[in-house]
Structures are given as structure tokens and as C-alpha cells.
């Protein structure tokens, strides 16, 4: 079965900061991604950063210079460290992990950690 595991979201005054993790288990295949993304109340899941197994990052020009993703696919555990937190920030952080096999995407998801700021 497998599970990813966000901790380390909750509530904080704007200008602070806050630390995600995702732990993986039951991913057979390696991963080619890994990343995050939000959801906030009457919006679309969005982007937030992402992560190749190369390496390579990539975020949403929101949260450019302010957030910092870092992780190990081959470990298949991922990091979200997220500075001057915006009220515009808040919302539900989910951790995403990504396969192409076979030409096909497949993507695991976990439950969501809620990361409020207060202004």
C-alpha cells in the first residue's frame, strides 16, 4: 500500500517560517519527481516546487525566493522549507510523487498538511 506522510505544517504569524516533510513508503519503482502543491479554500490545486530526480527544481513564481525544495527521490523523501510566509500562502500543502512508466504519469498523492498565516 502505499502512503506518503506530510508533517510540519500549522499556524503562523506572517514573515515566519515553516518546514514540510513527506515520507514515502510502500513505492516500489523509483520515482522521477517529487514536489508539492497547494490547495486553497475555492481554488485549484496549484504548483508549489518540484523536484527532479536530476536534481533540477522548479517553482511557482509565487514563492520564488522564498520557499526552498529539497528532497532525494531515491529515498523518496521531499522537503518544503518556506520563508516570509504570506497570508496568501495559506492553504492545504500536499506531497506528490511521480512515475513515468511505460510512457504513462502516475501520480501517488498524500492526505495534506494545513499551513495557516496570520497577517
Known amino acids: 500500500q502505499v502512503q506518503l506522510v506530510e508533517s510540519g505544517g500549522g499556524l503562523v504569524q506572517a514573515g515566519g517560517s515553516l518546514r514540510l516533510s513527506c515520507a514515502t513508503s510502500g513505492i516500489i519503482f523509483s520515482l522521477n519527481a517529487m514536489g508539492w502543491y497547494r490547495q486553497a479554500p475555492g481554488k485549484q490545486r496549484e504548483l508549489v516546487a518540484t523536484?527532479?530526480?536530476?536534481?533540477?527544481?522548479n517553482y511557482a513564481d509565487s514563492v520564488k525566493g522564498r520557499f526552498t525544495i529539497s528532497g532525494d527521490t531515491a529515498k523518496k523523501t521531499v522537503y518544503l522549507q518556506m520563508n516570509i510566509l504570506k497570508p496568501e500562502d495559506t492553504a492545504v500543502y500536499y506531497c506528490?510523487?511521480?512515475?513515468?512508466?511505460?510512457?504513462?504519469?502516475?501520480?501517488?498523492w498524500g492526505q495534506g498538511t494545513q499551513v495557516t498565516v496570520s497577517s
Open positions: 506528490n510523487a511521480a512515475q513515468i512508466r511505460g510512457g504513462l504519469r502516475l501520480d501517488y
Open positions: 523536484i527532479t530526480d536530476g536534481g533540477i527544481t
